[in-house]
């Protein structure tokens, strides 16, 4: 995209946003499958950091790129952010790179709510086992050492063939608690 037409769209973006207006976007890459998909058009309100709870989903800026991962923890003024088909946290965000969060999620014909009391529950439980399956997946590399057999991994990110299958379980429940 032209540079100025991507300021220019930023600047629309982050104006309807600072307004208290809700921004629909489009969803382009594979890193929240199968909570997110391609096609999809997510609803973000701005919030407040401090009314962010760990599983939301939240827009982050990376440099010129808007990120939508899943929030998995705090540490100090840290966000730290996940992707649900990736094996790795996100560098560490800062409360001003969190631009909003994720309120709805439109697929074909169906709204789906995601400020449904039941689903904070969920969502909390989803960060958990997002977290739990990086420590595992940075333990098992820890021990095993750089791989010379690499894979990727659904997300694009290089793996081995034992890292995939430690991470099966944990790919399978988000699948399917996610339907």
């Known amino acids: 995209m032209d540079t100025n037409l991507f300021l220019a769209v930023d600047e629309l973006f982050l104006a309807a946003l600072a307004e208290g207006k809700d921004v629909r976007l489009h969803v382009d890459g594979m890193s929240m499958v199968p909570t997110l998909k391609p096609g999809d058009i ?11 709870e760990m599983g939301d989903l939240v827009v982050v800026r990376r440099e010129h790129d808007l990120v939508t ?5 705090r540490r100090s003024e840290q966000w730290l952010t ?3 088909n990736s094996r790795y946290f996100d ?6 790179m969190i631009l909003g969060k994720v309120i709805a999620i439109e697929r074909k014909d169906t709204e ?11 969502k ?11 420590g595992v997946f940075r333990f098992g590399r820890s021990l095993r050492g750089p791989s010379q057999n690499l894979v990727m ?5 290089p793996g081995s063939l034992a890292a995939r299958l430690v991470s099966f379980p944990f790919r399978l429940a988000i699948r399917l608690l996610v339907r």
């Open 124 to 134: 909390r439980w989803l960060a958990g086992l997002s977290c739990l399956e990086a």
């Open 91 to 96: 560098p560490p965000a800062a409360a001003e």
């Open 69 to 73: 991962h899943r929030l998995v923890r």
């Open 112 to 122: 789906i709510d995601l400020q449904k009391a039941g689903r904070r529950s969920l």
């Open 42 to 52: 997510i609803v973000v309100r701005q919030v407040a950091p401090h009314l962010l």
């Open 153 to 157: 991994d659904h997300a694009g990110a």
């Open 82 to 84: 996940k992707g649900d």
